[in-house]
């Protein structure tokens, strides 16, 4: 059965940095393309990035391009999003989200992980 599972949301400081995780099972890892994307309260689920397979092409979203990094390891089946220089507005419950990069039927989300950024 195909799994997503989030982990290294916590709270923050602002201008702190957090990493957090997506560990896949169930599934060909490689054969998907991997997003974060984020959900804050009482707003819609905002898409943040997005890394490609095999080549670890990416695209971010304009409010976190140039603080926020995403990357994966194919061997580990983990997809991971380094954030820095974070901000309040960043506080949000983060979702990994796979699909298959021929098959866009082929999907999955994982359950989240929240991140809030405070002093």
């Known amino acids: 059965q195909a799994q997503l599972v989030e982990s290294g949301g916590e709270l923050v400081q602002p201008g702190g940095s957090l990493r957090l995780s997506c560990a896949a099972s169930?599934?060909?890892?490689?054969?998907?393309?991997m997003s974060w994307y984020r959900q804050a309260p009482g707003k819609g689920r905002e898409f943040v990035a997005i890394?490609?397979?095999?080549?670890?092409?990416?695209n971010y979203a304009d409010s976190v391009k140039g603080r926020f990094t995403i990357s994966r390891d194919n061997a580990k089946n983990t997809c991971y999003l380094q954030m820095n220089s974070l901000k309040p507005d960043d506080t949000a419950v983060y979702f990994c989200?796979?699909?298959?990069?021929?098959?866009?039927?082929?999907?999955?989300w994982g359950q989240g992980t929240q991140v809030t950024v405070s002093s």
């Open positions: 989200y796979a699909q298959h990069y021929l098959n866009s039927g082929r999907n999955y």
């Open positions: 169930g599934f060909t890892f490689s054969m998907f393309t």
């Open positions: 890394v490609t397979s095999p080549r670890s092409n990416t």
